[in-house]
């Protein structure tokens, strides 16, 4: 059974940068595409990036496009969202979430806990 752990998230200023983690446990990553994605208060779920299970594509959703970078580790079964020039827009929960399919249509059967990010001055 997968298990995803996020790790990364806290309190940043404006402009500053964070980076996510998303560990694996229980079986190999090398299959699942994983995804990003975030829940601010009183909004919707929604995605940010995901990358395929070889690492070959990635998408990102428009609102960090140029900011975010999305990549894996199949070794050490390890996603990374980094976040760079954050706004306080980007404040959210930030989850985690995989599913056997080579890319990324989902959906997503497996979720991490989330971690929380805070972009505040």
């Known amino acids: 059974q997968l298990q995803l752990v996020e790790s990364g998230g806290g309190l940043v200023q404006p402009e500053g940068s964070l980076r996510l983690s998303c560990a694996a446990s229980?079986?190999?990553?090398?299959?699942?595409?994983v995804g990003w994605f975030r829940q601010a208060p009183g909004k919707e779920r929604e995605g940010v990036s995901c990358?395929?299970?070889?690492?070959?594509?990635?998408n990102y959703a428009d609102s960090v496009k140029g900011r975010f970078t999305i990549s894996r580790d199949n070794a050490k079964k390890t996603v990374y969202l980094k976040m760079n020039s954050l706004k306080p827009e980007d404040t959210a929960v930030y989850y985690c979430?995989?599913?056997?399919?080579?890319?990324?249509?989902?959906?997503?059967?497996?979720w991490g806990q989330g971690t929380q990010v805070t972009v505040s001055s």
């Open positions: 979430a995989a599913d056997p399919h080579t890319g990324c249509e989902g959906p997503f059967g497996y």
């Open positions: 229980g079986v190999t990553l090398d299959y699942y595409a």
């Open positions: 990358i395929s299970s070889s690492g070959g594509s990635t």
